[in-house]
């Protein structure tokens, strides 16, 4: 019996000591360096292909634990070149490594997703794209998302009223209407949105734009005639709180302030994040030339975004958010009096609410991936839009968005010998409603737009160097009622020189609709103008060719970017607007015009050398015509297009001469434009030809380190030459539209965060 116990003890010891030995994990213990030897916190350690990942923490260190002798790794920080490192565990069951990270100035190795509604890197792209980051929008110290759209080439945000405000941006020379501005890939930001919205959204909201020059329809349907411009949002990446605010006086005179709020979380497994990004817009009137009324109107807006995402389990995720905003916008003179107790006013109160919700998931073999998506926001707009102390100025507008969608990606492992491929298939739904009241003047106009999309593209890379994208997507719609075809075909050659040319065309339409910056009343002279549409309107078409070509250098941590890119696109049937009276009221009638094209060069230059030093150059060159004049006012004709200029451009310098101090500056250019100058002030209509404008600005940054936290200061001025619009119309009889140039004259500001991260 002894011995029987005896034996029995001796295997449960040695079952013990086996567990022990042959359940030992393998563990790495690793720390993330700069080139510079400085560590790097909070990098992406994540196995390939696979979720399951985890941080380095504020020191710039981690451990992970393995059940398998080899795994591969995937160290990845923004800013900075992916590394890809196998860990082979033998005898030795733990393992020290220090990976060091050189810099990715430009972001050559950014994956992307608006081009294929994919991702991939930046550049392995047929389609070219144009990113401006997060670290971007800090340089230039950009508050709001149109602040941040000049710094690429063939964009140019211009501001085209002195009483509400609105901006547009403009494509390579296209107006606004041309562009399809999206959200996290989707259609939620509609065309009333697009007047303000662009003000309204807080640049610490965004974590990229991304940006596609040319026909866009292929994918994202009507209005992408121009291109597309996609605002992503941030993601709750770690856990953390940023508190900031910026500050300035505008002519050195009215103050705007910008104070923003972040805060994250992220559960320690990366299946669960939650983040709340807040703002607050406040600026004062401003007057230029001293007459009374604003040139820049006054501000106070609040907007908000809650994101999260959860991982059920490997390879699926869902993500869910919820935003609102509300702004009071007023112009005009006598601000502190009720609107029709003045000259002159606009007077906008915003609300805005909306949400999104999304399901991707992989199959195990990540073969077949599959996106469904639903979205939505309501806009509650009650205005006032009036001169001469006219009490008929009221006004409400509602708008909704709706839509509904799913993608189906079929990933092609091997085709032939080198090739591989993506197959991507979806469907998109799109409701858009607007209703505008004005019961003053008997205005009540219903807009109601259904849109149905189907889309199909094959991303094929035949060899190494050599990759074709074939796109269609065909859409139906209660306006136009038939089938609309819109292809896209694009091929990129990569070639061992680190040169890549890149050639494509695309199809674009438009619907014949009112758009929003015609629904509201026009104010030229004083008189009430409203948008009626023509007879027997046909539908806008483009078509748009690009052909660019790119060199890519980089050596002894010197990065060296140089491309050009020339386009262009026709436009058939362009809308226009003439001056007609119906029934005693004069208003403006959208007819079809005569065809028009742009067409030009897009050049971009970018230097870097580690992080010490950065430039970065864009400029374009065009020109944009009509075939035959149209009618700008009565009995007067022209061929260009107004407020385009031919020549435009940007660039940013940065600099840390040394550590945590970052010197930046930038600068845009705005070459000479013709303008339209309405009678009031003048006596008679007029074009008008505008000067040269140098928008030149520099910032200093310093990053103060305690502990885990760190507070930044700013300091630095936009507009240091004053270049500025000198002759605004001034009273009663001004053409509140008569505005162009450069947002702000010379403003100084001062900025303070406190983050966490």
Request: net charge neutral.
């Amino acid at each position: 019996m002894f011995s029987v116990l005896i034996s029995r003890g001796f295997i449960l010891i040695f079952i013990l000591i086996s567990g022990q030995l042959f359940g030992q994990k393998n563990q790495l213990d690793g720390i993330v360096l700069n080139s510079d030897g400085e560590t790097l916190p909070y990098v992406n350690i994540q196995i390939l292909d696979s979720e399951k990942g985890i941080q380095s923490d504020h020191l710039g260190k981690f451990a992970m634990q393995f059940a398998d002798s080899l795994v591969i790794l995937r160290i990845s920080f923004v800013g900075y070149q992916t590394i890809v490192d196998t860990v082979q565990f033998g005898k030795e069951k733990k393992i020290n490594r220090t990976y060091r990270l050189l810099s990715d100035v430009f972001g050559l190795e950014q994956v992307v997703v608006t081009g294929t509604r994919n991702e991939e890197k930046i550049r392995e792209s047929v389609i070219g794209i144009g990113v401006t980051d997060s670290k971007t929008l800090q340089l230039v110290n950009a508050n709001t998302v149109s602040e941040g759209l000049n710094f690429q080439p063939g964009l140019r945000t211009e501001t085209n009223c002195q009483n509400c405000g609105y901006s547009q941006v403009r494509m390579n020379g296209l107006p606004g209407k041309y562009s399809q501005i999206l959200i996290n890939g989707r259609q939620s930001f509609s065309s009333l949105n697009s007047i303000y919205g662009l003000e309204q959204i807080p640049a610490v909201l965004l974590d990229r734009i991304e940006i596609i020059k040319g026909g866009g329809s292929a994918l994202y349907g009507a209005n992408a005639m121009g291109g597309v411009i996609n605002l992503i949002t941030k993601d709750p990446i770690n856990s953390g709180v940023e508190l900031g605010i910026n500050t300035g006086l505008i002519g050195f005179k009215t103050p705007e302030t910008n104070a923003n709020f972040l805060g994250s979380f992220v559960a320690k497994n990366n299946r669960f994040g939650l983040s709340f990004i807040g703002g607050h817009h406040f600026r004062k009137a401003f007057d230029a030339n001293g007459d009374g009324f604003s040139e820049l109107p006054k501000l106070n807006s609040f907007s908000g975004e809650l994101k999260s995402y959860f991982k059920p389990k490997e390879k699926h995720r869902l993500d869910f958010a919820v935003k609102g905003s509300y702004e009071y916008r007023r112009g005009g003179d006598q601000l502190h009096l009720e609107p029709e107790l003045t000259n002159i006013a606009e007077e906008l109160k915003s609300k805005v609410l909306g949400g999104e919700m999304a399901y991707q998931f992989y199959t195990s073999n990540q073969q077949h991936k599959f996106d469904f998506y639903v979205s939505g926001q309501y806009t509650h707009m009650d205005n006032y839009y009036g001169t001469g102390f006219d009490p008929d100025g009221y006004g409400l507008t509602t708008d909704f968005t709706g839509i509904g969608g799913m993608n189906y990606t079929y990933l092609l492992n091997k085709i032939g010998k080198e090739g591989s491929g993506k197959l991507v298939f979806g469907s998109e739904y799109r409701m858009n409603i607007i209703n505008d009241n004005k019961p003053g003047y008997n205005v009540h106009v219903h807009q109601d737009i259904q849109n149905l999309g189907v889309f199909g593209q094959f991303d094929w890379k035949i060899l190494k160097w050599l990759k074709v994208n074939v796109g269609v997507r065909s859409d139906i719609d209660n306006i136009i009622q038939k089938l609309i075809l819109n292809p896209r075909v694009g091929i990129l050659f990569d070639t061992k020189a680190n040169i890549q040319i890149r050639a494509n065309y695309s199809r674009g339409y438009m619907a014949p609709q009112i758009f929003s910056d015609e629904i509201h009343a026009q104010l030229v002279s004083g008189d009430f103008r409203r948008v009626v549409l023509g007879g027997n309107l046909k539908y806008e078409t483009s078509n748009t060719v690009n052909l660019g070509v790119k060199y890519f250098k980089s050596k002894n941590q010197h990065e060296f970017v140089l491309g050009l890119d020339g386009f262009y696109t026709q436009i058939n049937n362009p809308f226009i607007l003439e001056n007609k009276e119906i029934d005693s009221q004069l208003v403006l009638l959208k007819v079809n015009g005569d065809e028009s094209f742009v067409a030009g060069l897009n050049l971009e230059m970018k230097y870097a050398f580690k992080r010490f030093f950065m430039a970065d150059l864009a400029f374009t060159a065009q020109m944009s015509q009509f075939k035959t004049p149209i009618e700008w006012t009565t009995g007067q004709y022209l061929t260009s297009f107004l407020k385009t200029p031919n020549y435009y451009g940007s660039l940013i310098l940065s600099s840390m001469p040394f550590k945590r101090f970052t010197i930046s500056s930038s600068l845009n250019v705005t070459g000479s434009m013709w303008v339209p100058h309405y009678a009031g002030f003048i006596s008679t209509d007029r074009l008008e030809r505008t000067p040269w404008f140098f928008d030149w600005g520099i910032k200093f940054s310093y990053d103060l380190d305690i502990g885990k936290y760190c507070l930044i200061f700013d300091l630095g001025m936009r507009n240091i030459l004053n270049s500025y619009q000198n002759d605004f119309d001034e009273g009663a009889l001004r053409d509140g539209s008569y505005i162009y140039g450069p947002q702000r004259p010379r403003t100084l500001y001062f900025g303070v965060k406190f983050s966490t991260f």
